[in-house]
């Protein structure tokens, strides 16, 4: 079933080549000018799941046929990876940074203060602190990537269900 729902194309390869290369620029640049390419991959790779995937996936679920501009190139399958890379990040930001804001309330507001006499410290941390939007961000970026991607595959699976049986329905079988 999931194989059903996810089908590459030559957009989706050069999408992913188009960012691949914009990478491999930035590292190769910030390798000759800066001795933190390590940190460089890193971040780029946090980037890359933080902020590209949740909203491909999304984009591939559910606007894989969406024309957003018109024209960028002659070539149309380049044209279809700008649009998707575009609404990809559009889609990741939109989601991300409200979950941000739903982690930041919920580990300052919602407990793990310390009972010191001296105002005390918040144990579980805070988002802010973490750099989540660059991918230097703990188990909490990561978890609302599973949490935007499992809730768009889960779904568009109970959408796909609904339509099977209700198209069984019809059909009398």
């Known amino acids: 079933m999931i194989k059903e729902l996810f089908q590459f194309g030559k957009a989706d390869a050069l999408m992913w080549a188009g960012v691949g290369i914009f990478s491999l620029i ?45 024209n960028l190139t002659q070539n149309p399958d380049v044209n279809q990876a700008i649009d998707k890379l575009i609404m990809s990040i559009g889609i990741s930001v939109a989601c991300i940074i409200p979950l941000n804001f739903v982690w930041n309330y919920l580990l300052t507001m919602g407990g793990g203060e310390e ?14 602190e973490e750099l989540i939007y660059t991918g230097s961000a703990s188990w909490r970026a990561l978890f609302t990537v599973i949490l935007v991607v499992g809730v768009a595959v889960g779904v568009k699976i109970y959408q796909l269900r609904f339509k099977n049986r209700r198209d069984h329905v019809e059909t009398g079988q």
């Open 115 to 128: 009972g010191s006499t001296q105002g005390g410290g918040n144990l579980w941390g805070n988002v802010d």
């Open 26 to 70: 930035l590292i190769i640049a910030f390798a000759i000018f800066s001795s933190s390419e390590g940190l460089l991959l890193k971040d780029l790779f946090g980037l890359a799941i933080v902020l590209i995937l949740p909203g491909y996936v999304i984009v591939k679920l559910y606007l894989d046929k969406v024309q957003i501009s018109e």
